[in-house]
Each structure stands twice: as structure tokens, then as C-alpha cells.
């Protein structure tokens, strides 16, 4: 393994000054498997205060838990003391810590055997769970006693699928058995970690692994509406899958971003409270798209999304169906409705959306987008004026001209873009003033 210089700086000071120290956790598992770690964490035999006597500059992270942050250059690594935990009461820390001269006794108190191996140059690997065979296995296995793993952290069992997700892996039956039994104390996990590894899961490779979340009942009791997605089917010549499914199917489609991820998992979430069921038989889900728009809302804010993300994903769920007609006309006023900035993800949702549905059909309707997406390049190598703040004409121009403030400026305003929308050589000052002044006289 190669470890960079900073951390092997840390190791040797703290092993010339007699005591051990490896990396370990994630840092390891990523080398193992070809990627590159995103932090380098150290365990070590030392106790805190003496990490804090070898290095010039520290930080007190969570020295309560053994932790001291060591700040080389701009970098911070932190240093563990080896510990075994005391009981977890709140389902999240341990009541108590007790520091330990073993790495034996660190490392098995980790969560799963890939995330337990430390190494160090002198030693190399230290595996003492078989993690590098389930690594190679593509296993997610807990440390010892699932049931016991689970219980002092709650959050594991989603920490279990998201790793799973991001690896491409499956999880062993007892850790999956554990996650069952155990699933209703995750409402113990505040909703912001909750929302961090529900993210981590949907941006992942394997966003699909969402479905390890229903099927332990996870979802159940952080994401119910989408239990109710999973039980509602479609019976239309368009889909062959229940909505949960096609939900699935749509997160494999379409590029990881949060927000795109965020709106392919909700973008159907109204329909179990639109469906209805014709004579036919054939169900139908009018006004879906503005119902889950609003549902979306409430699950994100419960989520503790901030707002933006939570505005972006309404908007791309409310627009999800929109029928745009192939005319530069209306590609223009759907920029309007959904704004420049969300226009390519509302594109690419579309599409992600019809690759999950029926099969029949799917060519012609991703032939109709892509025309779209032509028109759409077309608008933009003009600069096209699609919005209020590219139009020539400004409030402060209708205020010279003599027209009062107030909510007329806006009346106005609008219907002019209105204009420029539909034949964008109509965005000139002059002219749109006269169209101004002319709307404002017929609308005294």
C-alpha cells in the first residue's frame, strides 16, 4: 500500500517514540481495492495527550473518544487512541470509552470486517476479521455479533446498504437478518445522518440498492411514502412495473447528482393518492406530478435538505410531465417555467423517466427528446431571451415612461415577455416599450 507522506510522517514519530499507530477503516479498504481514500484515519497505542506532546499543532476533535486531530501543512488527520466502547444507550455513542494497549480490542469493535484491517509499513496488513476475503468476496459482513453491532450504532444498518451500493456489493445473510430484526430502532438516528447516507446510497453506482432498504423495513420507518410507491402498480400500456419499481428503474437512469437523484426517487411519489381505476381497468394518475411536487416537500424538509435542494427538486418533480411541444415556441416557455439553470436536469429526468417504462415505445419517445434537446442547443447558440432578467426592457424603463409602481410594472412586464417568448426578435428596448405602453393604454 502506498500511504502519503503526512501519514507516514505520523506513524513513525509516534512508533520512534515507542508506541504503535497504523492507518485504519476506510482508508485501507479503498488502497485494497484501487481507490483513492478520501481521508486518512490513525489508530494508535498512544493516549491522547501524548499524541498531543509529540505534534506542534493539534485539535481537541473528540479527545473525550480518544480522537486528536494532527494538523500537518493545511492537512488534519485524526488519531485515535485504541478504545473499547461501553454500552450505547442513545443508539449512537457509547456511554464510555476505555483506552486499551490492543489493536485487537480496537478493531473489533468496528462495524463491518472490510472497515476493521489496519496497516502500518512495518507490519503491512493487520486483518484479523477477514476483511480482504470479503472484499474480494464482495461481502458486507459485520465485526462479530450483528445483532450487537447494530445496537450500539443504529445507523450501520443503513451505513451496511450504502456501502453495498457504492462497492456494488451484497450483504451477508446474518447482517441482513440483523438489519430486519432491528430496523424500527433507526428512528433513533436523527434525520440529518439519516439523510446523509440516504444520499450517499442514491448517488452511488448502485442506487438500486435502495430496494436492500424496503426489504429490511428501513424504509418503513423513514420513508414510508415510498413502501406505499412499492404497492401501488400501474396498469397503463406504458408501464410494466408497480411505481416503486419503475422508481428503480429511473434512479439507474439518469446522471448521480443529488438533486437529479432526489427527483428521480420522488418524481412519482404522488401517484398512490392519484391513482384511479377506469372501467377498463386500465388506472390512470391525473395531477400526479403537482401532488408529489407538494409530498416531496414535506419528506425533504423532514429530511432537513436545505432549501435549495429542496426548491430544485420541487420544480423538477412538478415539470416531470410537462407535454413540450417540438417548437422552438414551446421549448422556450418551458425554459421560462422551470429556469435556464434546471432546463438540462428536467431533460435528462425525461429520459431517465421513459427508460423505466414498457419497453414498446421507448426508442420513438427518446427520439421525441432528443429533438427537444436540439431545439434546446438551437435556443442557446442564439441567446435566446427566455427570461425576465435577459429581457431589454426593465422596470425602471416603464417607471420613466411614466407608468406608476406597483404591481402593474409586473403585469406589464410579463405580458411582454410573453411577446418575446413566442418571437424573440421582439427583445428590443424600443420596441417592447411601445408594446408596453400600448398593453398598459388597453389594460387602463
Known amino acids: 500500500m502506498e500511504i502519503p507522506q503526512h501519514v507516514r510522517e505520523i506513524i513513525r514519530t509516534l512508533e520512534d517514540n515507542g508506541y504503535e499507530a497504523f492507518a485504519v477503516g476506510g482508508c485501507v479498504r ?15 497505542s498512544a ?17 473525550q473518544h480518544g480522537t486528536v486531530t494532527v494538523m500537518l501543512g493545511r492537512e488534519g488527520y485524526e488519531v485515535t487512541t485504541y478504545r473499547v466502547d461501553g454500552a450505547y444507550h442513545d443508539g449512537r455513542h457509547p456511554d464510555s470509552v476505555t483506552f486499551t494497549p490492543k ?24 486483518d484479523l476479521f477477514g476483511g480482504q476475503a470479503d472484499l474480494t468476496a464482495g461481502i458486507i459482513r459485520c465485526v462479530g455479533n450483528p445483532v450487537h453491532r447494530f445496537g450500539e450504532d443504529a445507523l450501520r444498518m443503513m451505513r451496511a446498504v450504502r456501502f453495498a451500493a ?4 451484497s450483504i451477508e445473510e446474518n447482517t441482513l437478518e440483523a438489519i430486519r430484526q432491528l430496523a424500527p430502532s433507526i428512528r433513533k438516528i436523527s434525520a440529518e445522518r439519516i439523510q446523509a447516507e440516504l444520499l450517499k446510497i442514491l448517488v452511488s453506482p448502485h442506487p438500486g440498492h435502495l430496494r436492500l432498504l424496503y426489504e429490511t423495513g ?6 414510508p411514502e415510498f413502501d ?27 446522471p448521480a447528482a443529488p438533486v437529479l437523484r432526489l427527483a428521480a426517487l420522488f418524481h412519482d411519489v404522488g401517484k ?5 381505476t377506469d372501467s377498463r381497468g386500465q388506472d390512470h394518475f391525473y395531477g400526479h406530478a403537482q401532488r408529489g411536487a407538494e409530498i416531496a416537500v414535506q419528506i425533504l424538509k423532514r429530511l432537513k435538505l436545505d432549501n435549495d435542494t429542496i426548491r430544485q427538486t420541487q420544480q423538477l418533480i412538478f415539470h416531470h410531465s410537462d407535454a413540450i411541444q417540438l417548437s422552438e415556441k414551446s421549448v422556450r416557455r418551458e425554459m421560462n417555467r422551470i429556469g435556464e439553470d434546471l432546463f438540462p436536469a428536467l431533460l435528462q429526468l425525461m429520459e431517465g423517466d421513459n427508460m423505466g417504462k414498457t419497453p414498446d415505445g421507448t426508442n420513438q419517445r427518446l427520439d421525441y427528446l432528443h429533438q427537444v434537446r436540439e431545439i434546446y442547443q438551437d435556443i442557446l447558440f442564439r441567446q435566446d ?26 403585469e406589464i412586464l410579463r405580458y411582454c415577455l410573453e411577446q418575446v417568448l413566442d418571437d424573440p426578435k421582439k427583445n428590443q428596448r424600443g420596441l417592447l416599450l411601445q408594446i408596453a405602453l400600448d398593453y398598459a393604454a388597453r389594460t387602463e
Not at 493516549?47 to 481537541?60: H, N, Q, S
Not at 457504492?166 to 456489493?169: I, R
Not at 428501513?218 to 420513508?223: E, G, R, S, V
Not at 398512490?272 to 384511479?276: D, G, S, V, W, Y
Open 218 to 223: 428501513l424504509t418503513a420507518c423513514i420513508l
Open 103 to 126: 489493536l485487537e480490542e480496537d478493531l473489533k469493535r468496528r462495524d463491518f470486517t472490510i472497515n476493521a484491517m489496519a496497516y502500518n509499513e512495518r507490519q503491512g496488513i493487520v
Open 30 to 44: 479503498d488502497s485494497l481495492i484501487g481507490r483513492q481514500p478520501e481521508d486518512w484515519d490513525i489508530t494508535t
Open 47 to 63: 493516549r491522547p495527550e501524548a499524541v498531543k506532546a509529540l505534534f506542534r499543532r493539534t485539535i481537541d476533535t473528540g479527545i
Open 272 to 276: 398512490p393518492l392519484c391513482r384511479t
Open 228 to 254: 406505499r410507491m412499492m404497492d401501488t402498480p400501474q396498469n397503463t400500456p406504458y408501464h410494466c412495473y408497480s411505481v416503486g419499481e419503475h422508481t428503480l428503474a429511473v434512479l439507474s437512469h439518469v
Open 385 to 410: 431571451c427566455v427570461s425576465l432578467k435577459t429581457m431589454a426592457l426593465t422596470g425602471d424603463d416603464l417607471i420613466q415612461a411614466g407608468i406608476p409602481r406597483g404591481k402593474k410594472i409586473g
Open 166 to 169: 457504492q462497492l456494488g456489493f
